[in-house]
C-alpha cells in the first residue's frame, strides 16, 4: 500500500477514543500497520470491525504488564515499532482549586497523562535505537502552556509531556529518533457531548477560526509529524487550535 507511511509500524495509545481512532484510520489510510491499544474493548472491536488490517490490544498502560503487553503485541504482529503515538489521557478533576485536590486525584491524572507515555517511550527507545531510528509524537495541550482554572492535575501534567517531547528529541535525535507533539484545542469529541450548548457557543467565540477542530484534522498533524516528510522537525510542539492560543 503506498502513502506517508507505507509499511511502518505504529503504536497508537487511546485508539478507540475520538481523536485516537482518527489517528488509527488515518495511518491505516496512510499504509501504516497499526497496533491500536486502549482500556475500552468495545470500543476497539469497532475499530477493528471497520478497519479488518488494524491489531488491537486491550491494555492499561498505567501498569508495567500493559507495557509489556503491547510491545510483545508489537513484537509479535510487526517485528518493529516505527511509530510511537502517546495519545491515551485522561482529563482529571474538573472542579477543584489545588488547596481542595486530593493527591490520590493528581496521582492518577500524572499515572495516565505523564508517567505512561514515559514508560512506553522507555520501552520504544532500546528498540528504534537498534533499528536506527524512529518517531515519537505525543499529545500535549494548550492546557499545558496556559493555567486553567480547576485543572491543575491535567494543565500540569501536559506541561510535562511537552518537556518530555523536548527531552526525549534532545537525547535521542543523534541516533535518528525524532519526538514531536501536538497540542489540540477543543476537538469535537464525545467528551463534548455533556456541555450545554451555551457553554459550547461561549467556546466557540472564543476561537478566532470560529469552530471546534474535527478529530481528522489533528490526526492529520500526527501523521504527518510520524512521516519522512518532516524528517527535520524534532522537538516542536505544534499547536492545532484554530489560533485560539495565540
Do not use: W
Amino acid at each position: 500500500m503506498s502513502g506517508s507511511l507505507a509499511g511502518k509500524a505504529a503504536l497508537v495509545t487511546g485508539g478507540a477514543g475520538g481523536i485516537g481512532s482518527a489517528i488509527v484510520r488515518r495511518f491505516a489510510a496512510e499504509g501504516a500497520r497499526v497496533l491500536a491499544a486502549d482500556v475500552d474493548a468495545p470500543g476497539l472491536d469497532r475499530l477493528a470491525a471497520d478497519l479488518p488490517g488494524v491489531r488491537t490490544c486491550v491494555a492499561d498502560i498505567t501498569r508495567a504488564d500493559g507495557v509489556a503487553a503491547l510491545f510483545a503485541a508489537m513484537i509479535e504482529g510487526f517485528g518493529r515499532i516505527d511509530i510511537l503515538v502517546n495519545n491515551a489521557g485522561i482529563g482529571g478533576p474538573r472542579t477543584q482549586r489545588l488547596h481542595e485536590l486530593a493527591l490520590d486525584d493528581f496521582d492518577a491524572v500524572m499515572a495516565a497523562n505523564l508517567r505512561a507515555p514515559l514508560a512506553l517511550t522507555q520501552a520504544a527507545l532500546p528498540l528504534m535505537i537498534g533499528q536506527g531510528g524512529g518517531a515519537i509524537v505525543n499529545l500535549a495541550s494548550p492546557a499545558g502552556f496556559h493555567a486553567v482554572p480547576r485543572v491543575g492535575p491535567y494543565s500540569i501534567s501536559k506541561a510535562g509531556m511537552v518537556m518530555l517531547t523536548k527531552q526525549t528529541a534532545r537525547e535521542y535525535a543523534a541516533e535518528g529518533i525524532r519526538a514531536n507533539a501536538v497540542a489540540p484545542g477543543v476537538t469535537r469529541t464525545p467528551i463534548l457531548d455533556d456541555l450545554p450548548a451555551a457553554h459550547l457557543d461561549q467556546i466557540v467565540a472564543a476561537i478566532p477560526q470560529g469552530r471546534i477542530a474535527r478529530p481528522d484534522e489533528i490526526a492529520s498533524m500526527v501523521a504527518y509529524l510520524a512521516s519522512d516528510d518532516a524528517s527535520y522537525v524534532n522537538g516542536s510542539i505544534v499547536m492545532v487550535d484554530g489560533a485560539a492560543g495565540t
